[in-house]
């Protein structure tokens, strides 16, 4: 997997939606849920990384999420694997939210 691939996930999944003013849905939404409840928040957490991916990656061809323990997020952090298809070859991120 490329370098540049792995450098714009991590630019879409840093952002917050409406941080880019000429470009509003630009970002993930996650960053909206991470003072909620997480036992209602996480399947719509990995739902936005998901939607965002998708939206504006046109690279990936098929993304997947998994949550990371939940020792990590006791102590604030959110980790999730991030496992996507480019050009028929599969990577694999792993991406950490903390509060």
Same mark, same amino acid.
């Given at each position: =997997?490329? &370098? %540049?691939?792995?450098? +714009?996930? &991590?630019?879409?999944? #840093?952002?917050? #939606?409406?941080? #880019?003013?000429? !470009? *509003? ?11 909620? *409840?997480? +036992? @209602? @928040? =996480? *399947?719509? =957490?990995? %739902?936005?990384?998901?939607? %965002?991916? #998708? @939206? ?5 061809? !098929?993304?997947?999420?998994? %949550?990371? !323990? &939940? !020792? ?21 991120? +792993? ?5």
């Amino acid at each position: =997997m490329s &370098d %540049a691939l792995d450098k +714009s996930i &991590d630019t879409i999944l #840093k952002t917050r #939606k409406g941080e #880019k003013i000429h !470009s *509003p849905e630009f970002g993930c939404g996650i960053w909206e849920r991470l003072d909620k *409840p997480i +036992s @209602q @928040q =996480m *399947p719509l =957490m990995i %739902a936005d990384i998901v939607q %965002a991916l #998708k @939206q504006h990656e046109e690279r990936i061809t !098929s993304v997947s999420v998994q %949550a990371q !323990s &939940d !020792s990590e997020i006791l102590s604030g952090c959110f980790s999730f694997i991030i496992t996507y298809e480019e050009e028929g070859q599969t990577g694999e991120s +792993s991406f950490v939210f903390s509060k």
